[in-house]
Nanobody, 123 residues
Framework: VQLQASGGGLVHTGDSLRLSCAASGRNFESDVMVWFRQAPGKEREFVAAISGNGRGTYYSDSATGRFTISKDVAKNTMYLQMNSLNPQDTAVYYC?????????????????WGQGTLVTVSS
């Protein structure tokens, strides 16, 4: 089972990026999928989650109103559309999945992790 995160890059304040997390080896249709991020020198933090059926979405305070998480079941792929980026969003973004339809904020609850994709936002 693999999660492959992609879409990171170097952007300027106010720009947008769309991250992708392609899953293989397992159908994640019923699983919670999430994005976490880790900035240099900081702990990994929750960004957004989408429930197994895709009807529930959850965001951190910093992501609310700027980021949108979505899931394409047919492609077994999750996305994170990030708008109005600022330097505080600079981090490695990780996707993860949990063999459960219920999201949590606990990193240890997630069964599968992608390798991370770096987002750098310059001022």
């Amino acid at each position: 089972v693999q999660l492959q995160a992609s879409g990171g890059g170097l952007v300027h304040t106010g720009d947008s990026l769309r991250l992708s997390c392609a899953a293989s080896g397992r159908n994640f249709e019923s699983d919670v999928m999430v994005w976490f991020r880790q900035a240099p020198g900081k702990e990994r933090e929750f960004v957004a989650a989408i429930s197994g059926n895709g009807r529930g979405t959850y965001y951190s305070d910093s992501a609310t109103g700027r980021f949108t998480i979505s899931k394409d079941v047919a492609k077994n792929t999750m996305y994170l559309q990030m708008n109005s980026l600022n330097p505080q969003d600079t981090a490695v973004y990780y996707c993860a999945a949990r063999r459960s339809p219920i999201p949590t904020l606990n990193l240890a609850d997630y069964d599968y992790w992608g390798q991370g994709t770096l987002v750098t936002v310059s001022s």
